[in-house]
């Protein structure tokens, strides 16, 4: 039986135009849709235990999503990202009173943009990039993170920290994530021991630098009144929760 009520929705764009999903993703199409937050989700943004375990967001956007048949899991990180803009938008208006380097200020979230990429060098429903160090004289292959990525490098930073506090491999764990190939050698095994081992810093820098390059992205640069260089834009608390106090 069809509700009498109804619920406004919005189509977002994704900065990644659905090429590296799967053609039978609902992602591939390039969009997808959105309902305007409810009193549903304003639940969600207060249940402690979300915000103890640190996945309310992904909970609310979970709840958002409109388009049927989205693996949550798949979705590029920077896809997540303009997702979790627009969801701010809906929810709250594109005003976002934060505090940058002591100073309060108004960012206008809708004139944030989409990253310009080259999509030309992208083969369509694969996500894998070359790499040449010229260095070391090695040929690598990574790929983009996706939201499953990134929870198994936060799980695998935290596990480690747990053993050793001061053992610090935010860089080298993520590196290990997105590399999928060394010369044809595609273990895990292989891959960490390279990683551990035999990435030069240099090199690892440059493949960080590429890796920004080809991945698409909201770009969260922003240009606050005052300020004479652009400024991340700093996400806090007051961005899914504008009544509480910077």
Same mark, same amino acid.
């Given at each position: 039986?069809?509700?009498?009520?109804?619920?406004p929705?919005?189509?977002?764009?994704?900065?990644s135009?659905?090429?590296f999903y799967?053609?039978?993703?609902?992602?591939?199409?390039g969009?997808?849709?959105?309902?305007?937050?409810?009193?549903?989700?304003e639940?969600?943004l207060?249940?402690?235990?979300y915000?103890?375990k640190?996945?309310?967001?992904?909970?609310?956007?979970?709840?958002?999503?409109?388009?049927e048949?989205?693996?949550y899991?798949s979705?590029?990180?920077g896809?997540k990202n303009a997702?979790?803009i627009?969801a701010? !938008?809906?929810?709250y208006?594109?005003?976002?009173?934060?505090?940058i380097?002591g100073k309060?200020?108004? !960012?206008?979230?809708?004139?944030l943009?989409?990253?310009e990429i080259?999509l030309?060098?992208i083969?369509?429903g694969e996500?894998?990039?070359?790499?040449?160090?010229s260095?070391?004289?090695n040929?690598?292959?990574?790929?983009l993170?996706t939201?499953?990525?990134e929870?198994l490098?936060?799980?695998? !930073?935290?596990?480690l920290?747990?053993?050793?506090?001061?053992?610090?491999?935010?860089?080298?764990?993520?590196?290990?994530?997105l590399?999928t190939s060394?010369?044809?050698l595609?273990?895990?095994?292989? !891959?960490?021991?390279f990683?551990?081992?035999?990435?030069?810093?240099?090199?690892?820098?440059?493949l960080?630098?590429?890796?920004?390059?080809v991945?698409?992205?909201?770009?969260?640069?922003?240009?606050p009144e005052?300020?004479?260089?652009?400024?991340?834009?700093?996400?806090?608390?007051?961005?899914f929760?504008?009544?509480s106090?910077l």
């Amino acid at each position: 039986m069809e509700s009498k009520f109804k619920l406004p929705t919005e189509t977002v764009d994704l900065p990644s135009k659905g090429l590296f999903y799967p053609e039978d993703s609902p992602l591939a199409k390039g969009t997808i849709e959105m309902k305007y937050m409810t009193a549903k989700e304003e639940d969600i943004l207060t249940n402690q235990n979300y915000i103890q375990k640190g996945i309310v967001i992904d909970k609310l956007l979970q709840s958002l999503i409109v388009t049927e048949k989205v693996d949550y899991s798949s979705l590029l990180s920077g896809d997540k990202n303009a997702i979790m803009i627009a969801a701010r !938008i809906l929810a709250y208006g594109k005003d976002y009173k934060v505090s940058i380097q002591g100073k309060e200020v108004v !960012i206008d979230l809708s004139e944030l943009q989409n990253k310009e990429i080259d999509l030309s060098e992208i083969k369509r429903g694969e996500n894998k990039f070359d790499f040449f160090s010229s260095e070391t004289e090695n040929n690598l292959t990574f790929k983009l993170l996706t939201h499953k990525d990134e929870q198994l490098i936060e799980r695998e !930073i935290t596990g480690l920290q747990k053993i050793d506090k001061d053992n610090i491999t935010t860089s080298t764990t993520r590196l290990k994530h997105l590399i999928t190939s060394i010369n044809g050698l595609t273990e895990k095994k292989d !891959i960490r021991e390279f990683v551990d081992k035999y990435l030069l810093a240099k090199d690892a820098r440059a493949l960080r630098l590429e890796y920004n390059r080809v991945n698409p992205d909201v770009d969260l640069t922003v240009f606050p009144e005052g300020f004479e260089e652009g400024v991340d834009l700093p996400i806090t608390l007051a961005f899914f929760w504008p009544d509480s106090r910077l």
